[in-house]
């Protein structure tokens, strides 16, 4: 069962109150009755083991048997900026990026990249990246769902960007190997990974990025797609970071 994500402000003494999409979908896709036990996550990482004791019209409610603490963050917290992908390949990297662990999820909009944002559905679009990364986080028991930012033109990024280290996949070029790069290892220290659309980066869009002080790194001879390339450097990083393993 996912430990699903509530707002603190649900939590009424011993009794928690469920209402909008979480009651429907509860109630509606996994038709929940009186008596089953639910697993329920609240954003100061409190973990909540709680049993339903009633449905009603308003709402849904359930008595908290448990709580957990979430354990102590170490590292830096992870940045993925992603170069905006086609089709449903973009969805699929925010999804295996939040169950990955991943904090932050910023869309890269690139030069060689086939995909463009309309500015008249840019919310509509990451409020849907939004949900698919909070269902992911969910259904692989995440502490917190990531954050999915609005999609920024890569070269602003590059130029603003205030991350501790940022690496940049570079394929085709000289780089350190991934698995062998320094990482940050501090709370207090942050880690961008930014992967690149099909087409690669731009020569312009790599200089400005080692201009900015990113670090170019390399997943080995062989050239990946873009999704595949994401989560392989993310499983890479998580797992030095000692959150997979």
Same mark, same amino acid.
């Given at each position: 069962?996912?430990?699903?994500?509530?707002?603190?402000?649900?939590?009424?003494?011993?009794?928690?109150?469920? &209402?909008?999409?979480?009651?429907?979908?509860?109630?509606?896709?996994?038709?929940?009755?009186?008596?089953?036990? #639910?697993? #329920?996550?609240?954003?100061?990482?409190?973990?909540?083991?709680?049993?339903?004791?009633?449905?009603?019209?308003?709402?849904?409610?359930?008595?908290?048997?448990?709580?957990?603490?979430?354990?102590?963050?170490?590292?830096?917290?992870?940045?993925?900026?992603?170069?905006? #992908?086609?089709?449903?390949?973009?969805?699929?990297?925010?999804?295996?990026?939040?169950?990955?662990?991943?904090?932050?999820?910023?869309?890269?909009?690139?030069?060689?990249?086939?995909?463009?944002?309309?500015?008249?559905?840019? /919310? &509509?679009?990451?409020?849907?990246?939004?949900?698919?990364?909070?269902?992911?986080?969910?259904?692989?028991?995440?502490?917190?769902?990531?954050?999915?930012?609005?999609?920024?033109?890569?070269?602003?990024?590059?130029?603003?960007?205030?991350? &501790?280290?940022?690496?940049?996949? /570079?394929?085709?070029?000289?780089?350190?190997?991934?698995?062998?790069?320094?990482?940050?290892?501090?709370?207090?220290?942050?880690? /961008?990974?930014?992967?690149?659309?099909?087409?690669?980066?731009?020569?312009?869009?790599?200089?400005?990025?080692?201009?900015?002080?990113?670090? /170019?790194?390399?997943?080995?001879?062989?050239?990946?797609?873009?999704?595949?390339?994401?989560?392989?450097?993310?499983?890479?990083?998580?797992?030095?970071?000692?959150?997979?393993?």
């Amino acid at each position: 069962m996912p430990a699903f994500f509530i707002p603190s402000s649900d939590i009424h003494g011993t009794e928690i109150t469920l &209402t909008g999409d979480l009651c429907h979908h509860l109630r509606a896709s996994l038709r929940v009755k009186p008596g089953e036990f #639910l697993w #329920l996550t609240d954003e100061h990482r409190r973990r909540y083991r709680v049993r339903v004791t009633e449905l009603a019209q308003q709402g849904l409610t359930v008595q908290i048997l448990d709580q957990l603490h979430g354990p102590i963050e170490t590292g830096p917290p992870l940045l993925l900026a992603q170069a905006l #992908l086609k089709g449903d390949h973009m969805d699929w990297v925010v999804q295996k990026a939040s169950e990955l662990g991943v904090r932050t999820i910023l869309p890269l909009v690139s030069q060689h990249g086939v995909v463009r944002p309309q500015s008249g559905r840019i /919310a &509509t679009q990451v409020s849907r990246w939004q949900r698919i990364a909070t269902e992911a986080a969910q259904q692989s028991e995440q502490w917190q769902p990531p954050h999915v930012l609005e999609p920024l033109d890569s070269r602003r990024f590059f130029s603003t960007s205030t991350a &501790t280290c940022s690496l940049i996949l /570079a394929e085709r070029r000289e780089a350190l190997a991934l698995s062998r790069v320094p990482l940050p290892a501090l709370l207090t220290e942050s880690l /961008a990974l930014v992967i690149g659309p099909e087409g690669g980066w731009a020569e312009e869009e790599l200089s400005l990025a080692l201009m900015q002080g990113c670090h /170019a790194v390399s997943l080995g001879t062989h050239i990946l797609r873009a999704d595949t390339a994401a989560v392989t450097a993310l499983s890479i990083v998580q797992s030095r970071l000692g959150r997979l393993g």
